[in-house]
């Protein structure tokens, strides 16, 4: 069973946006929590901070739970174990809907994304849907990764764009603002991905939604401490996925040409 502790708030509040609650997934992330929590709350003040954490074996949790003590703005989420990114994810986006939070922001625990970026993204939220902050749009920066890394994520990022016909440079990236509107408008129950490909769906979601989607330039930065979550078998799945999806819009989009209709999501380069 999912737990979430911490005691009783007074609810946290970004002008023009509303209420913001950061979701930050943990797995043995020991030697980051601490740092990237006191980041954000230093940051952005307005907003509340919920670490999800998948029963770490290192003691995520505990240290987590020592932050939710001392900071009213901070909150623990529980899980059972090891379920991967996506599911942390939707479990955070369920527990702010379910709490009446206006807005959710997707935040890496390993210091990747800058807690400093996150005021523009806010900032951008109060004219848009989604917010993405970007690693490949024009002022972004990406710092010490590796040619291989960069080759990977710029083809990885071109072929979503046009495989799936998103106005999206960088559809992997996982740092993020969600208005409830976007929340309430995707269909959040269908999602079954992890890794790169779930922010390709929940992409694809928002953009067949009609959502107002932005780009945000971020500065991103190779984690320092702890093991990266990277593997082939995300690589795979998100090309995987990401031609699965292209092959079911195109024939949606033959199925409407035959029989003359047309919704205007989904549109093909």
């Not at 952005?44 to 020592?66: F, H, K, Q, R, Y």
């Not at 031609?243 to 549109?267: E, F, K, N, P, Y």
Request: charged share 25%; proline share 4%.
């Amino acid at each position: 069973m999912n737990e979430a502790t911490g005691p009783t708030r007074h609810a946290a509040d970004v002008s023009g946006v509303g209420r913001v609650l950061v979701v930050i997934p943990t797995y043995n992330e020991a030697d980051n929590v601490s740092d990237i929590v006191g980041r954000v709350r230093q940051a952005a003040p307005g907003v509340e901070v919920l670490v999800a954490d998948d029963n770490s074996p290192d003691g995520t949790g505990v240290i987590a739970d020592a932050l939710a003590r001392t900071d009213p703005r901070v909150h623990v989420l529980h899980r059972e174990g090891k379920q991967g990114l996506g599911a942390a994810y939707l479990a955070g986006f369920t527990w702010a809907r379910e709490r009446g939070y206006d807005a959710v922001v997707e935040m890496d625990a390993d210091g990747s994304h800058a807690p400093e970026d996150l005021p523009a993204l806010l900032d951008a939220a109060r004219d848009a849907d989604v917010v993405i902050g970007s690693r490949w749009t024009s002022g972004a920066r990406v710092v010490n990764w590796p040619l291989r890394r960069l080759a990977l994520s710029r083809c990885g990022n071109l072929y979503a764009r046009l495989a799936l016909g998103m106005p999206v440079s960088d559809a992997t990236g996982g740092y993020r603002v969600y208005r409830r509107s976007a929340l309430d408008a995707m269909d959040l129950a269908s999602v079954c991905s992890q890794g790169y490909s779930f922010q390709v769906e929940l992409s694809r979601l928002a953009h067949r939604a009609g959502m107002r989607i932005t780009e945000v330039p971020i500065t991103f930065a190779e984690r320092e401490r702890g093991d990266s979550k990277m593997s082939p078998l995300i690589v795979a799945e998100a090309l995987w996925r990401i031609t699965t999806w292209a092959v079911q819009d195109r024939r949606q989009a033959i199925r409407r040409g035959l029989h003359g209709t047309s919704t205007g999501q989904v549109r093909w380069p």
